[in-house]
């Protein structure tokens, strides 16, 4: 994210969001039902460091998948046990390689396929390309 709309900047900052999905579709992206759960600030971008960024909220989702947390219920007035789980991840391809560590480059590049990809170094171009795919 450009802070200050200068494209020049040498300053970055990835913002991490928690977003709650069993909303109904008209709510869930609202902006009351997101949370920040991160801000990464700093002179350049975590890079292939972000894992020990994102290491302390992972720790604290399977906390909440197996144990649950203690929550009160405003509404009801009671306590009850939330459990939690990440649904999934909206990411760019290249920060696949960062965050689970596979190659994101080259003729085995697909990370569902894995070995049964099927790729192909153009003749004349310094590009590989998949087919069939």
Known sequence: ????????T??????VLLVIYNLPPGLC???KYMMLSMLIS???????????YLSPLIEVLKLMWDQGVEVFDG?????FKLHAMLF????????YGNLL????KGHKACLICEEDIASQQLKH?????????
Do not use: C
Request: net charge positive.
């Open 1 to 8: 994210m450009n802070l200050f709309g200068n494209m020049s």
């Open 10 to 15: 040498n300053h970055s900052s990835w913002h």
């Open 29 to 31: 992206m609202k902006r």
């Open 42 to 52: 700093g002179l350049k971008q975590p890079g292939n460091d972000i894992d020990v």
């Open 75 to 79: 509404f009801a007035n009671e306590t």
């Open 88 to 95: 999934y991840t909206i990411i760019d391809f290249p920060s």
């Open 101 to 104: 560590g596979y190659s994101v």
């Open 125 to 133: 171009r310094r590009k590989t390309v998949y087919l069939r795919h």
